[in-house]
């Protein structure tokens, strides 16, 4: 069967808890099967058959592979700010923050790779959802930076140059030691990356 359906209109969110729990399982399925072996390799039939329901059943919930795909952008997106933000939540000033922040992310990565391969596919599958990805995550965050510089807890500078590069560290540092390599001791990761940050690269 094909990835697409000719039905344009996209099908409505369910209401039930039956409907609700099928349509997150099928969410679950498509993370593991599209993160493992890419977006070009996977099927709709792979994703169901790894759900355990019938195939038919997917359009009950997706019109297509692609939208359930950019699906998991928007939830990777939602559950990645979620669990940064509960992760900084009682800290002191900006750059415990920082810290707490690039620790929590790295072990969000190193729990959830094949979500976070998603994103990194999204880059050639969905290029509109990768930049909405980043671009949605880089406004909070350089809110935030703002704010801590107006406070005096850090230096006042670009708050969005600031927050694409943070951001563009902690996204490579997740491939390296969370996606390529595993096992990696994370605070040491962390004190490294923050040594750097402080005091900077001067001798």
Partial sequence: MADVTPN???PPHPRTRRGKDTRAGLLRAAESVIGEI???ASSIADITRKAGIAQGTFYIYFQSKDEVFRELVVEMGRL?????TEAVADAPDRLTAERRGLRAFLAF??????LYNI?????????????????????????????A??????????????????MGMAITLGERFAIWE??????MV???????LERGLRP
């Fill in 149 to 166: 510089a107006k406070e005096g807890e850090i230096r006042d500078g670009s708050a969005e140059v600031r927050a694409w590069a943070l």
């Fill in 109 to 114: 990565v190193a729990e959830r790779p094949t």
């Fill in 80 to 84: 990645t700010r979620g669990f940064l």
């Fill in 38 to 40: 890419g977006y070009a």
């Fill in 8 to 10: 344009r209109r996209s």
């Fill in 119 to 147: 994103v990194t596919e999204a880059r050639f599958v969905a290029p509109d959802a990768y930049r909405d990805y980043y671009t949605v995550f880089a406004r909070g965050y350089a809110q935030n930076l703002s704010a």
């Fill in 182 to 187: 595993t096992g990696i001791d994370l605070d």
């Fill in 190 to 196: 962390v004190d490294e990356v923050f040594d750097m």
